[in-house]
T-cell receptor
Framework: AQSVAQPEDQVNVAEGNPLTVKCTYS??????LFWYVQYPNRGLQFLLK??????LVKGSYGFEAEFNKSQTSFHLKKPSALVSDSALYFC?????????????FGKGTRLSVIA | ETGVTQTPRHLVMGMTNKKSLKCEQH?????MYWYKQSAKKPLELMFV???????ENNSVPSRFSPECPNSSHLFLHLHTLQPEDSALYLC??????????????FGPGTRLLVL
C-alpha cells in the first residue's frame, strides 16, 4: 500500500523568511513524488515533481523540494517566503511498482505567510 | 490557466434534482479524472478514464455517474444527491501513457451545494 503524510495542518512564517512544508511517504519500490498548491476557490496547480535523478528538484514560483530516500521524505522549501505564497499545499505519491494504483494525496498543509 | 476547464463553477441543487458537471481539457491528454474535495478530508479519487475507458471506480455511490464521450470531455451526472455530497468537485487530466510518472493538471473545480 502507498501512503503520504503531511504532519502539519498549518505552517506560519514571516515574509522574507525561509519556509518548509513537510512530506513523508511510504511506497513499494521507487517513488514518484509531486507537490501541488491550491489557492482559494481554485483547483490544484502543479509545482514540481521528482521522478528520478537529482535529489533537489526546482519548480514554479521559486519553490524546490529535496528527495531524501533514507528518510522517505520530500519536503517543499523556499528560501524567502512571500505573502502571495499563502495557500494550501498538497504532497502526492505513487510507487513505481504500484501497477494501476492511482496517485495518493496528503491531506494538505495550510501555509500562512505574514507580512 | 492549466488548460482544463470546468462548468459550472458553482451549483446549488435539491436532493431530487438531476444535474451534470462538465470538464474539458485542451491539452491533448488521454486520461481524465474526477476527484471530490471535502473540508478537512484528503482528496478522494472518484473515477479515472484512460483512452475513454473507465479504469477506476473508487467505490463511488451510483448516484454519481461518469461519462467520457471522447478524450477531451468528461461529465459527472448527479442524481438524488445527499447533503454530505456537498463539496468541491475537481477534474484533472494527464497524458495517459505512463500514469505513474505523469503530471495531472487540474481544473478550477465545481463547488456543489446539496440542499
Amino acid at each position: 500500500a502507498q501512503s503520504v503524510a503531511q504532519p502539519e495542518d498549518q505552517v506560519n512564517v514571516a515574509e522574507g523568511n525561509p519556509l518548509t512544508v513537510k512530506c513523508t511517504y511510504s511506497v513499494s519500490g521507487n517513488p514518484y513524488l509531486f507537490w501541488y498548491v491550491q489557492y482559494p476557490n481554485r483547483g490544484l496547480q502543479f509545482l514540481l515533481k521528482y521522478i528520478t535523478g537529482d535529489n533537489l528538484v526546482k519548480g514554479s514560483y521559486g519553490f524546490e523540494a529535496e528527495f531524501n530516500k533514507s528518510q522517505t521524505s520530500f519536503h517543499l522549501k523556499k528560501p524567502s517566503a512571500l505573502v502571495s505564497d499563502s495557500a494550501l499545499y498538497f504532497c502526492a505519491v505513487r510507487g513505481e511498482s504500484s501497477g494501476n494504483t492511482p496517485l495518493v494525496f496528503g491531506k494538505g498543509t495550510r501555509l500562512s505567510v505574514i507580512a | 490557466e492549466t488548460g482544463v476547464t470546468q462548468t459550472p463553477r458553482h451549483l446549488v441543487m435539491g436532493m431530487t434534482n438531476k444535474k451534470s458537471l462538465k470538464c474539458e481539457q485542451h491539452l491533448g491528454h488521454n486520461a481524465m479524472y474526477w476527484y471530490k474535495q471535502s473540508a478537512k478530508k484528503p482528496l478522494e479519487l472518484m473515477f479515472v478514464y484512460n483512452f475513454k475507458e473507465q479504469t477506476e471506480n473508487n467505490s463511488v455511490p451510483s448516484r454519481f455517474s461518469p461519462e467520457c464521450p471522447n478524450s477531451s470531455h468528461l461529465f459527472l451526472h448527479l442524481h438524488t444527491l445527499q447533503p454530505e455530497d456537498s463539496a468541491l468537485y475537481l477534474c484533472a487530466s494527464s497524458q495517459g501513457r505512463v500514469e505513474g510518472r505523469e503530471t495531472q493538471y487540474f481544473g478550477p473545480g465545481t463547488r456543489l451545494l446539496v440542499l
